[in-house]
């Protein structure tokens, strides 16, 4: 997965906010409101933008292997948070496509620097 994604997510309000920003005010006039809205705004966006970069970031770092002790979910099925070795990893951005398929017992694999890891089941 490519870090570029957030990176644009943080630019783009921060660059628009800036763009109305350097307007003449004879060309086109804000009101102050519509000034405050838009730095609320790039604000926000620059947030999320970060927030984005520091999850991929820390699941890009993390690093497992062994049995999976047990396995709950966040939603019925949806984002699985597995124990293994007695801590708990949240596997919500991982690129994994059957996070319903998991079950306490299985083993699984991931390297640090990788976004992907290998889930082998128990038979």
Not at 34 to 45: E, F, K, Q, T, Y
Not at 61 to 90: A, D, L
Not at 92 to 102: E, F, H, V
Request: proline fraction near 6%; charge should be positive; glycine fraction near 8%.
């Amino acid at each position: 997965m490519d870090i570029f994604f957030p990176r644009v997510i943080f630019f783009i309000p921060l660059v628009g906010t800036l763009m109305v920003l350097s307007f003449p005010k004879g060309r086109a006039s804000f009101t102050p409101h519509a000034l405050r809205n838009m730095v609320i705004i790039s604000i926000g966006g620059s947030a999320m933008g970060l927030w984005a970069i520091k999850t991929l970031y820390d699941e890009r770092n993390m690093s497992f292997n062994g049995v999976i002790q047990k396995v709950c979910y966040e939603k019925p099925k949806e984002i699985p948070y597995v124990t293994i070795k007695r801590i708990e990893y949240c596997w919500g951005g991982s690129s994994y496509p059957n996070n319903d398929t998991i079950k306490a017992g299985d083993s699984a694999v991931k390297v640090k620097g990788s976004f992907e890891f290998k889930l082998i089941r128990r038979k």
